[in-house]
């Protein structure tokens, strides 16, 4: 699954290099929080913990400078580890703002390589936000999915989904 995953981040690296139209972010990952325990907490499981850390080693070399995650602790939580490795202070939105954040991620991180932790529910809205046109709908009980968003200037960007 790592060789895959290492040759597939392999093949789209040209993509992932390219320069950014006019006022758009290099790129944008977008992934949910990991495995989450049941309510009243709602927090990392050990599952989620490891996927976290397996998503901080994966990413440590994106060159990504800014984190945004919702005020849910599961997102912090997942989030974490990446923030760590490259010494960010992780920046936080309401989880029900969907707009905020994309506003945010545009107007004050036009030049930035970004990493977004959210929610499945939020996840196509996310899409949708940033001009992909197709619906996707992530499951509740899927943690796989990243997103990987290069905007092209005009008209939609490319979105790639990946499998961690």
């Known amino acids: 699954m790592r060789r895959y995953i290492a040759v597939l981040l392999v093949s789209c690296a040209p993509l992932l290099l390219a320069p950014a139209g006019a006022n758009a972010q290099e790129v944008i ?3 949910r929080h990991a495995e989450q325990g049941p309510p ?24 990504i400078n800014s984190v945004f995650v919702t005020n ?9 580890p990446i923030a760590r490795a490259l010494n960010l202070e992780p ?23 970004v ?9 196509g809205m ?8 197709e619906e996707v709908v992530v499951a509740r009980d899927d943690y796989e999915p990243l997103f990987v968003i290069v905007p092209r200037g005009e008209g939609p960007p490319l979105v790639l989904m990946l499998r961690l």
């Not at 990493?115 to 996840?123: D, G, K, S, T």
Request: without cysteine; hydrophobic residues 45%; glycine residues 4%.
């Open 29 to 31: 990952y977008l992934i």
């Open 40 to 63: 009243p907490e709602l927090v990392l499981t050990e599952a989620g913990h490891r996927r976290a850390a397996a998503l901080a080693h994966r990413l440590k070399d994106a060159r």
């Open 72 to 80: 849910a602790a599961r997102t912090q939580q997942t989030a974490a």
């Open 91 to 113: 920046k936080q939105t309401p989880m029900d703002d969907v707009d905020l954040l994309v506003k945010q991620v545009r107007s004050q991180h036009a030049a930035d390589r």
């Open 115 to 123: 990493l977004i932790v959210n929610h499945a529910l939020n996840i």
């Open 126 to 133: 996310i899409l949708k936000g940033f001009g992909h046109r």
